[in-house]
């Protein structure tokens, strides 16, 4: 089952539809294709960013289903002109993780996609939206080049609001094929994901949950600690392994450092999708209403049972309050 069977199946199943939904992911899966092959060449890290981001716009843009496009890489809004403009506004991180480019570790592409529903003029409140109104979310994984060999391996996953699917590239087809159908993340972990090296400046909750990793006081066994710095990777593992993956407000960033549109909610929708929860310490992640596009939250997501533990303290330190 290629990715393209897939999106027009899911698509046969509303007669009302267009076809714009399949064309726009189309075009989306064209612009991973196109930053895999540019990854795997090894072009150079500042350039790989500016181009991945510009494979996206045109791809996006050409589809003639877009109006409104936010990109990491740009600091203004994309407003596409009204007569190749469609009813999507797609927000997305072109390439998550640059910094690991150099060393071989995965980067990837993290997208969210909303609808303009009654064909008013499109406007930036359009896409400050919560999470939970997003129609589809996803990401795509690259190896990055290895010493001048090719990474094979490239996984695109993605829910259109019933469930997770995961698609592997097949490069003798140059096609994306259903390897990861159904995707369910266990409902408890083994690992937990977090940078340590922010410890000194994290808050009480954060502090406390991450000291019953190590040392649980239920007679559990400790967690293992699995911190790529790719959010991309690792968010996949935690999807596919079970565990918690935490970027928590510290001292420094009161509000974390990651970005709540395309960012936080695709990864955010993803869980829920397939079973998990996603919590910003406060509220559901997908709840979050953003004000500013490029706007960053604290994030902790993955088995529904290890967010309801950081759930947990977070609500008692907001009672003791
Ligand atoms: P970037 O958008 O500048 O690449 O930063 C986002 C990345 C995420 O992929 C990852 O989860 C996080 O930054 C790691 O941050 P840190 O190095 O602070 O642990
Ligand atoms: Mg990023």
């Known amino acids: 089952m290629t990715i393209t069977r897939f999106v027009l199946n899911e698509q046969s199943k509303y007669p009302e539809s267009l076809g714009d939904f399949s064309i726009l992911l189309n075009h989306i899966v064209l612009g991973c294709k ?9 072009e150079e890290q500042k350039k790989l960013d500016v181009l991945s981001n510009e494979v996206f716009i045109k791809a996006l843009v050409s589809s003639g289903r877009t ?13 596409v002109e009204p007569s190749g403009r469609g009813r999507y506004c797609v927000v997305f991180d072109p390439l998550d993780g640059s910094s690991n480019i150099d060393c071989g570790v995965s980067i990837g592409t993290i997208f969210g ?28 994984m690259y190896g990055s080049s290895c010493m001048g060999a090719m990474m094979m391996v490239h996984e695109l996953v993605l829910s259109t609001g019933s469930g997770v699917n995961g698609f592997s590239l097949d490069p003798s087809l140059g096609e994306f094929i259903l390897t990861h159908p159904e995707i369910k993340i266990p409902k408890k972990g083994k690992i937990y994901s977090v940078n340590e090296g922010n410890a000194i ?13 190590k040392f ?7 967690k293992s600690l ?16 079970g565990g918690i993956f935490l970027y928590p ?32 310490g406060k509220q559901r992640a997908l709840d979050l209403v953003p004000t500013k596009i490029h706007e960053r939250s604290p994030i902790f997501l993955g088995s529904y049972d290890d967010v309801e533990e950081i759930k947990a303290l977070y609500n008692a330190e907001e009672k003791k309050e």
């Open 34 to 42: 196109f930053v895999c092959s540019a990854v795997n060449k090894g």
């Open 67 to 79: 109006c409104i496009l936010v990109s990491e890489e740009d600091d203004e809004a994309t407003f």
């Open 113 to 140: 996609i909303y609808m303009v529903k009654d064909g008013h003029e499109p406007t930036l409140n359009d896409v400050l939206q919560p999470g939970k109104n997003m129609l589809a979310a996803g990401y795509c």
């Open 201 to 213: 400046n994290w808050d009480g909750p954060t502090a406390k949950y991450v000291e019953k990793c």
């Open 216 to 222: 649980p006081e239920d007679g559990s066994s400790a």
């Open 226 to 241: 699995r911190y790529v710095g790719s959010m991309v990777a690792d968010v996949h593992r935690t999807l596919l392994y």
């Open 249 to 280: 407000a510290d001292r420094k960033s009161p509000n974390g450092k990651l970005r709540v549109l395309y960012e936080v909610f695709p990864m955010s929708f993803l869980m829920e999708q397939a079973g998990g929860q996603a919590f910003t």
